[in-house]
């Protein structure tokens, strides 16, 4: 990853509403409002996802008073989705006000399924699934039948986590796309 003097390049998916905020502002905050009007009856599953990352993604870069929930951005730009009145911008972000992690981890957590410390056991935590006769392992979370498991795959989620510091110094082997949680976006980071 392209560090240099301690500010990574980033891109970011953001609607015309933000763009004009942080002309007119010179900043923007995402607020759990937005998240439940973009993703209406789906908005439950992100609410939790995402509030549990606030709750966990604060313990490595404070969370500004005015943030509620986090923007997304990602080192590569294949990696981003424009969609509807959203713009791609490129960002210049000081390494410190962002939270990084691996894509695919985030993805499970969005899914609300297990993170394994390796493929093989995320494999055998499937097979323990099959084995109880769930079918579909977000049941696990989305459901009060199994508070023990709820518990060991929401534990799991807290290595969404584990490539950060790897991330910040440099070492991206084995990480699958680096994506980045951002407390909020300034207009000193868009890079024209």
């Known amino acids: 990853m392209d560090i240099r003097n301690n500010k990574v390049i980033l891109y970011s998916s953001q609607a015309e509403a933000v763009l004009r905020i942080i002309e007119h502002d010179g900043e923007c905050f995402s607020k759990r409002k937005y998240v439940e009007d973009k993703y ?45 009145d959203s713009r791609i911008i490129k960002l210049e972000v000081p390494i410190e006000e962002a939270v990084f992690f691996d894509m695919y981890d985030w993805n499970k957590v969005l899914s609300l399924k297990y993170i394994g410390e390796t ?24 459901t ?16 969404l986590f ?28 868009i890079v024209k």
């Not at 997304?72 to 969609?83: G, H, L, P």
């Not at 009060?144 to 518990?151: C, D, I, K, Q, V």
Request: glycine share 6%.
């Open 40 to 84: 209406q009856e789906s908005a439950p599953i992100f609410v939790s996802a995402y509030s549990w990352f606030v709750h966990e993604a604060e313990k490595y870069v404070a969370r500004p008073e005015n943030a509620e929930y986090p923007y997304w951005a990602f080192k590569d730009i294949y990696s981003v989705e424009a969609s509807g």
């Open 119 to 142: 493929e093989k056991d995320e494999q055998e935590f499937r097979n323990m699934l099959r084995d109880y006769g769930i079918t579909r392992e977000s049941d696990v979370v989305l």
């Open 144 to 159: 009060n039948f199994y508070p023990n498991l709820r518990r060991q795959v929401q534990e799991s989620w807290k290595r």
């Open 162 to 189: 584990r490539h950060h510091e790897d991330i910040i110094n440099g070492k991206t082997q084995g990480i699958g796309s680096i994506q980045a949680g951002l407390w909020t976006i300034r207009k000193e980071w």
